[in-house]
């Protein structure tokens, strides 16, 4: 492991936060289970405008020496979710680079609700390996019970970028919503969830690990569309260096519960709620 050398952790992870307080400390213990498996672990964390004390849980973490917490009230000014977290995660990716550090592996993950049950550090370790394998960019996690991110999934015969375009269009009337889930998003979503492992140009799923020197070479903005910022930066990656990444069966997350599926009166119900967390959010 890198110890001797203070400029190259073994692995640093970028995440951005926002209301996150629940599932904060699951994330702080994530990280505190990596250092004491025996990695040099950093933690970069852009949080902003969150109304659930996140702010203060991550300045507290800072002042333990657990992380670093990245003010990103900027985001508040872009408008549309794909464009902010976008400009996000480029934001903490210069910051990375500002540091001068040169770590071996970044690693990107959400810390809301698929942080609640984190992969353990056995298979981050075996994760770690498999990266070492010539011809990959970035290893990205699986879930349970079904695979679920799939904007920014894309291989040769299948890709969502415009799947976002597509929800808007069927987001008229509760059951031709619903139709579209259960017949297109569901048997997609299902279609993804394999035991085996599965290369592609582009994945994330709530977390992806990178090569060091791969991830330095991409970038999250695009000003022609806004899509998914993952598919954007992977697409670069796989551009850059020729290579394909890896989704890991054995490393597992919880499928979020925003996004599993649901018989009608079920997923009715979750998006009624999902729409008052919105609105009182902001």
């Known amino acids: 492991m890198s110890?001797?050398?203070?400029?190259?952790?073994?692995?640093?992870?970028?995440?951005?936060?926002?209301n996150c307080a629940a599932t904060l400390p699951a994330f702080l213990h994530f990280l505190a289970s990596l250092r004491a498996a025996g990695l040099d672990c950093r933690a970069l964390v852009g949080e902003?405008?969150?109304?659930?004390?996140?702010g203060a849980l991550l300045g507290a973490a800072q002042a333990r020496g657990e992380l670093r917490h990245v003010p990103t009230g900027f985001m508040t000014q872009t408008r549309g979710r794909l464009a902010r977290m976008a400009a996000g995660r480029e934001h903490l990716k210069r910051v990375?680079?500002?540091?001068?550090l040169a770590p071996a592996c970044v690693c990107v993950a959400d810390i809301d609700n698929v942080m609640a049950r984190p992969p353990e550090p056995a298979a981050i370790l075996a994760a770690l390996e498999k990266l070492e394998r010539p011809g990959l960019f970035a290893v990205s996690a699986a879930s349970y019970p079904h695979y679920y991110d799939l904007l920014a999934y894309e291989d040769e015969a299948?890709?969502?970028?415009?799947l976002l375009d597509d929800i808007a269009r069927h987001r008229r009337g509760a059951l031709n919503y619903y139709r579209f889930f259960s017949g297109t998003i569901y048997p997609a979503q299902s279609a993804l969830t394999r035991a085996r492992e599965t290369t592609c140009r582009s994945a994330f799923n709530g977390l992806t690990?990178?090569?060091g020197e791969d991830y330095r070479l991409g970038s999250y903005l695009d000003e022609t569309y806004a899509r998914c910022e993952h598919l954007t930066f992977n697409r670069r990656l796989a551009a850059a260096t020729g290579r394909r990444m890896l989704v890991d069966p054995d490393l597992v997350l919880r499928t979020p519960g925003d996004h599993?599926?649901?018989?009608?009166?079920?997923?009715?119900?979750?998006?009624?709620?999902?729409?008052?967390?919105?609105?009182?959010r902001g």
């Open 3 to 18: 110890v001797l050398d203070d400029t190259r952790p073994d692995i640093v992870v970028l995440a951005l936060a926002r």
């Open 260 to 280: 599993a599926q649901r018989g009608f009166f079920s997923f009715y119900a979750s998006r009624v709620r999902k729409l008052a967390v919105t609105r009182l």
């Open 158 to 162: 299948v890709s969502y970028e415009y």
């Open 209 to 211: 690990l990178y090569r």
């Open 96 to 100: 990375l680079d500002a540091q001068g």
């Open 48 to 54: 902003n405008d969150s109304r659930d004390g996140t």
